[in-house]
Structures are given as structure tokens and as C-alpha cells.
């Protein structure tokens, strides 16, 4: 029995005369036939009145995937630390990025790279050693896409449910050590480290309430395929369930 699935994507900018393109926000999801028009109004409405500012440009796609196999995981598991400092919040990141073999020097980059972007669409993949960047594609990163939760109902806060969906995709690759992420959103200041032993640690607050930068760091194996990383990062579906 096969069913068929959409890929159904959003991206939201603004533009602005003097720097090009700001990003506003983005989303991807996966849903049946008749999960596609209520995906679409979610996928609006959270381009619409968004922290990071009035889109004046909104696209959404809808893709069918059939001649793709839908791969199944179990969500990472969640656990939460919240410290009184971002100073105390980057040391504990740091901690655990150190002890799943994420190097300082690379630990150093990946956490300039984030204070320092406010218009990072995607990921950033860096060498959990030498912490040099592996992927070409600039200001844009790679997108993660074609991840969602089997169980559209899942019980879970938005962000949350998305990002742990994102997380879990990307930990289940062989190349990866870990992700860190903070939210671009000025009014969202947790974030998390995630790999497939450590699951996905919420960690709070890792920047000051009103900044718009924030970002996500992939950090990679020396044996790293960076096409078939890639490619499997950007295309191949996964869909989430349990919890
Ligand atoms: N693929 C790759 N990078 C992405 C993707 C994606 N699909 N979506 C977002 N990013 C990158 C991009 O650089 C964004 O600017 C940045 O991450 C932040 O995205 O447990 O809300 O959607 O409380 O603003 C994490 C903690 C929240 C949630 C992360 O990120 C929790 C968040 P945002
Ligand atoms: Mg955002």
C-alpha cells in the first residue's frame, strides 16, 4: 500500500532596498492529499504577523513525493535545562558539544557564527574538528526539508514540535556529531545541542531577548559525504512518530 505524500514549503522575506533580502521565516512540512489545505493556513499564518517583521514576499510549494520511501524515527528525547545567564547557557552548550567530541575551536566559530548572523536562512555545516565550513551555499545554509510528525496532533507547542522533528532528522545522520541552535526570532531566547545519545537538550536563555540573530550548526565527521549529506538533509522524507 502506497500512499501518497506532499512536500509542502514555505518561505517568507522582506525587501529591502539597501540590503537585499531579510529573511522572516520559513517552514516545511509533510502531509497526505486532504492534509495539504490546512497545512497551507498553518504554514500563512505563521509567515503573517511574524516577530521578525511584515513579509512583503510569501511562497509556498507543494510537491508530491510518491516515488519517494518514507523513512520512520522516533523522536530524540527532550530534556530541559534553564540557567539564570547566557553566559551559564553557552557554557552548559558548550559542555556538552565538548563531550560528543565537538572541538573548542570549532565550538568557537559555530558560536560566533550565530551571535553574528541575522539573516541566515538555513544551516551551516562546520567540521566538529577543524571548524571549517563544508557547504558553499553562503548566506542561504542548507534547509533542512521533507521532515514532519506522522500524528499531525502531536502534543507539543509549535517550535518545539518543529524543531524536534528537524533535530531528530538531522541527528539520525551518521555524519552528524551535533547540532546547536538558537532561534533568529528577537522574542524566542532558547535553544538546544542535539545528537543521537545526548537527544535534544533545550537550553536557556542563549541570547539576549530583542536580538534578531540565531542560526543552526551542523557538526560533521571527518568521513562526511557532503553530497549524500546533503541530499539526504534536503530530500529524503522522514516522518516522525510517537512521543
Ligand atoms: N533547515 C535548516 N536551518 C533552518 C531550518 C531548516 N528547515 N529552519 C530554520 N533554520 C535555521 C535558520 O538559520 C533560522 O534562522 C534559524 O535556524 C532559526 O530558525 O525547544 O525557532 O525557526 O523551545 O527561528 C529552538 C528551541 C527554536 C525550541 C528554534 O528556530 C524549543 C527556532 P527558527
Ligand atoms: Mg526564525
Partial sequence: MSKTFYSIRMRAAQRNM?????HVSGGERIGSKVQIEPIVNQLLHKASNHSRGDADFIQITVEKMSRHQIQYLPPLEITTVDVGSIEKAHSEARDLLTSVGVSQQAQNIAFHLLNSSQNLRGAIILHSKTGLRLDD????GVRVSRMDWQDANVNLHERV????????KVA??????AELCWSDDPDYVTGYVSNRDIGYVRISPLKRAGSESGGRVFFVSDEVDLQSYIHYLEREPILIRGH
Fill in 18 to 22: 539597501e540590503v537585499g533580502e531579510k
Fill in 137 to 140: 551555499r553562503g548566506i542561504k
Fill in 161 to 168: 514540535r518543529e524543531a524536534l522533528a528537524l533535530a531528530t
Fill in 172 to 177: 539520525n545522520s551518521p555524519f552528524t556529531i
